[in-house]
């Protein structure tokens, strides 16, 4: 089968972040804290000894849509049931793509206990490129609820600063039935149940170089805004927020591949070598990325990658003339 992303310009040679560590989700060691087994039985020749229960009866197309249908960290609990679960989530085609090409999503999710969305809705959200809350190419997941977002709206936009439990709180108020049976906003917070995660102790927040980072030593359970607040342009809402430096907008944030033909191929995005040097951010800026179907058009609009010749190793766009 032939591959559908298409091949990409000699001249447009294309660069990770430099000395740039945004110290997310994909910093966190993830292979370590969360080793996964999947392959583990990849052709033996011994059957399952036990059965799926019910779910051995029904057809393969039914049974795929009832496992899609169940969010990850539950899915991987009824994996390991046994041999024979972990044989019938295997199969779900959504899931192996997750395995084969972005498995740190995977253990991200069951690192932080991100629960509140299905495996077909993270496939779906895999499956499209943009961002969110933007035009550009969302190279990463908000995993609190699944969105795809772009670095710049990750680190500025309110609906992706979540609220710790006391922040969240503060929206459940008590009535006076509640008051009476001494019912806790947090017991209330608790029963509406909005998505949130745990997060991983580590550095979190954009920094040169590897070692930087506000360090986080507790887990906390953080909250999605949206979910809680009505108004995310409340005045009460909590005013301090660092942006790029605040540990809690990076705590629920990993890369994320675009998956093309159900899943068979993944595209990462690429930065532009000629925009290296760009802090345009509407246009043309370092941090953006494209995916490689976004690349010709990037270069029809800007021009060709060509090597400044007065300054070696440094390279720009050149319009056509």
């Known amino acids: 089968m032939e591959n559908p992303l298409p091949d990409l310009p000699d001249l447009v ?3 990770t972040k430099q000395n740039i560590c945004d110290n997310t989700l994909d910093d966190a060691k993830l292979e370590i804290r969360c ?6 039985r990849a052709g033996a020749s011994i059957p399952a000894r036990y059965s799926a229960g019910q779910l051995d009866q029904l057809p393969a197309e039914l049974l795929i849509q009832v496992l899609l249908q169940i969010d990850i960290p539950s ?9 024979r679960a972990m044989e019938l989530v295997d199969s779900v085609p959504q899931y192996a793509a997750f395995i084969k090409h972005c498995p740190n999503i995977i253990r991200a999710i069951l690192s932080i206990r991100a629960d509140a969305f299905d495996c ?21 997941l908000y995993l609190i609820d699944c969105r795809r977002v772009c670095y710049f709206c990750f680190t500025r936009r309110p609906e992706y600063f979540p609220l710790t439990i006391g922040q969240a709180s503060r929206y459940f108020t008590l009535n006076g039935t509640q008051q009476r049976n001494a019912t806790t906003t947090r017991q209330l917070l608790h029963v509406a149940n909005p998505p949130s995660v745990l997060s991983l102790p580590g550095r979190y927040c954009t920094a040169w170089g590897s070692d930087g980072g506000n360090l986080a030593r507790k887990r906390l359970r953080l909250f999605d805004r949206r979910a809680v607040v009505q108004n995310l342009a409340d005045p009460s809402l909590p005013k301090l927020d660092k942006t790029t430096r605040e540990p809690r907008r990076f705590m629920a944030i990993i890369t994320a591949p675009y998956l093309l033909d159900g899943g068979r191929y993944a595209d990462w995005g690429y930065f532009c070598l000629g925009c290296r040097d760009e802090k345009e951010e509407d246009t043309r800026h370092f941090r953006i990325k494209y995916t ?7 270069l029809a609009r800007y021009g060709s990658v060509e090597e400044t010749p007065r300054i070696p190793g ?3 766009h050149v319009a056509q003339i």
Do not use: A, I, Q
């Open 75 to 83: 899915l991987t609990s009824f994996r390991r049931v046994n041999y």
């Open 35 to 40: 080793p996964l087994d999947n392959g583990r």
């Open 120 to 140: 077909g809705t993270l496939f779906k959200t895999l499956s499209t490129s943009r961002c969110s809350t933007c035009k550009r190419f969302g190279d990463h």
């Open 292 to 298: 490689k179907e976004g690349v010709p058009e990037h």
């Open 314 to 316: 440094r390279f720009m």
């Open 13 to 15: 040679v294309l660069y």
